[in-house]
């Protein structure tokens, strides 16, 4: 696929995990035009471009930095301006946060979706994948109603392009393994304290590496055609068999499921079942443009993808493969 090469590209919120793993395998695998990281922190830009500098004496870097808000429609339209491909993924991802905070949720991952499409359709952009999450199907807590409007912004977004031809689509997965936020650096935190807290035992969580990640949004930049939710078929895990892999030795102490957590993360409800195709490896919600049902298969009516009913479960040989990955890229853990 080189569907990148000679194209410019930008990422919202591209100082996050996902963008720095995002610019990576872009820079080794393809040859844009332009690679450009929209976000709000100079100090994270600053961080970022000592690993990716946006000029060298070598060659010609296609890096650039512009500092921004998606809350700002007028500055997205600037930055936008020349963009081929725009990847949607600035949002405020902390339930405690969103929860405590619910207008300044509102604003980035609502009002923020409305500001990239209309700033997108003006601009001329071809095409814009934003990225979702597990909570924004059935979802009980803000973060999860605010991405699941964020996805039906981006799913209806053609209807406002008129003539102009530009795709929408959005991406969405489970819980990145080790991503800023994740469970793992704090378990590795507390793990020299002998205990561990744990929500509840049953808990169950879809998993993905943020290799993994990019390399699906990549695949569903390729095969989008405006319109569709792109789910891919990943492992579930339990939360009791990462902590064990974690620190073996440490006693659980359940402490009770906090306001807005689910025991099971859901990415298709079975409402959706009727509009979903399945692949062999993914799933399209909302089959516009997917008319070939010949060669893909519908998924039957009630179905759902949970994570604790999945046909797929991380070993414990690839989460200690996993954590192993963790430390070598986060030493400061191993502490």
């Known amino acids: 696929m080189k569907i ?132 924004a199907a059935g979802p009980i807590n803000l973060y999860g109603a605010t991405k699941l409007c964020s996805d039906k912004i981006f799913t209806a977004a053609r209807a406002y392009a008129g003539a102009q031809e530009i795709s929408f689509s959005v991406v969405r997965y489970g819980n990145v393994f080790g991503s800023r936020g994740s469970v793992i650096p704090f378990f590795l935190k507390e793990r020299s304290k002998g205990v561990l807290p744990i929500t509840d035992e049953r808990m169950t969580r879809f998993w993905i590496t943020l290799q993994q990640g990019v390399d699906f949004v990549l695949a569903c930049i390729e095969r989008m055609k405006g319109g569709e939710v792109f789910v891919p078929k990943i492992p579930s895990m339990r939360i009791t068999d990462l902590a064990k892999a974690i620190a073996p030795e440490c006693k659980l102490n359940i402490i009770g499921i906090r306001p807005g957590e689910k025991i099971h993360e859901v990415m298709i409800g079975s409402d959706d079942a009727r509009i979903t195709l399945e692949f062999d490896d993914h799933f399209v919600i909302g089959w516009n443009g997917h008319n070939n049902f010949s060669r893909h298969k519908r998924c039957p009516l009630g179905f759902s993808y949970r994570s604790d009913s999945n046909d797929q479960w991380i070993t414990a040989e690839q989460l200690r493969k996993y954590i192993q990955e963790f430390l070598i890229d986060h030493p400061e853990c191993a502490q």
């Open 4 to 135: 990148l090469d000679s194209k410019n590209i930008l990422i919202t919120g591209g100082t996050g995990s996902f963008g720095r793993k995002f610019c990576e395998t872009v820079l080794e695998r393809y040859s844009p035009k332009k690679l450009i990281i929209f976000s709000r922190d100079e100090l994270k830009q600053y961080e970022m471009r000592q690993k990716f500098p946006d000029d060298s004496s070598v060659r010609k870097s296609p890096m650039r930095y512009l500092i921004g808000d998606v809350r700002e429609e007028n500055r997205l339209l600037h930055a936008f301006n020349g963009v081929d491909i725009v990847i949607h993924a600035a949002a405020l991802k902390q339930v405690t946060s969103c929860e405590y905070n619910p207008m300044e949720a509102v604003k980035t991952n609502v009002i923020g979706a409305m500001n990239v499409v209309t700033a997108a359709i003006h601009a001329g952009v071809k095409k814009v994948i934003a990225l979702s999450t597990d909570k």
